[in-house]
């Protein structure tokens, strides 16, 4: 199993709509090979629910087949689930729910998409040691691992208890959403140091969507600005990176992909 974050990976919010698209497993499976992905990440949970990729028995199942195929073109699947805490008592229950789906889907891994602001994670440090601290322990009792994806700069959600998930994390992935910035390289450097306090590991989220909140303008900007967040992040000697996300991604931003090898300088 692949307990920490390597290589280039990639977000997956809706499952459907992408084998729907990539004409099935076999067609998903080879654009991610083509891609030169090392990992697929793929919603589970909201809170304590389970997400629709894994709504009923047949969608487990075609969960499952996905998550076969990836593995045995060496591809890794982790799971990532957006808790909301509130109480301790509800923290604690998105804890176990995730920890439990880990399990029965044989995931390498979870990531903690653990945000700040309005409509994401709110009841301060223990409500987040609550739920962070009984699913790090869970995961690494099943030697899984554990990151968390949260906003780049932290410090812009002072009520954010950023620091309580980060120390439950093996690795840190900032969502460094660079497409309404002046560059990429203004947003990442910004990003590397809002993050610098913290000693764990940093796996950067680049844009590969084009909208508001971060997304790029264009399908051609897109591309580029992925070509060049590839750069840099291998530049810095990042052990990793993913992007946000495949259904939203451009063709044009596919080919990039494609065309650039995941450690090139």
């Excluded at 990976?9 to 004409?23: D, G, N, Q, S, Y």
């Excluded at 982790?78 to 880990?102: D, F, I, M, R, S």
């Excluded at 796996?203 to 971060?214: K, L, Q």
Aim: charged fraction near 20%; charge should be neutral.
């Amino acid at each position: 199993m692949a307990t920490t974050i390597s290589g280039r990976c990639m977000f997956v919010w809706r499952l459907a709509p992408i084998l729907k698209t990539e004409l099935g497993i076999a067609g998903m499976v080879a654009k991610a090979k083509a891609a030169g992905l090392s990992g697929v990440w793929i919603k589970i949970a909201d809170g304590a629910k389970a997400y629709e990729n894994i709504r009923d028995e047949t969608a487990i199942r075609t969960f499952m087949e996905v998550r076969d195929a990836l593995k045995n073109e060496g591809i890794s699947v982790w799971g990532w689930q957006v808790p909301y805490g509130g109480t301790v008592a509800n923290a604690t229950a998105e804890a176990e729910c995730v920890a439990k789906l880990a399990d029965t889907l044989k995931l390498d891994g979870v990531l903690m998409d653990a945000e700040g602001g309005t409509g994401y994670f709110t009841g301060g440090s223990a409500v987040a040691e609550a739920y962070a601290a009984r699913l790090a322990d869970h995961l690494s009792q099943t030697k899984r691992g554990l990151a968390i994806c949260g906003n780049d700069i932290p410090a812009n959600f002072p009520k954010y208890p950023f620091s309580t998930f980060v120390g439950h994390a093996q690795m840190n992935a900032p969502q460094v959403y660079y497409g309404g910035s002046p560059s990429v390289a203004n947003r990442l450097d910004r990003a590397i140091a809002a993050n610098e306090s913290f000693d764990t590991p940093l796996v950067p989220v680049g844009a590969a969507w084009i909208g508001d909140g971060g997304g790029c303008a264009t399908a051609s900007a897109c591309a580029e600005r992925a070509r060049e967040f590839i750069r840099l992040v291998v530049q810095h000697r990042f052990a990793g990176y993913s992007f946000w996300h495949w259904q939203g991604a451009p063709s044009a931003f596919w080919e990039v992909l494609i065309d650039t090898p995941p450690v090139t300088t």
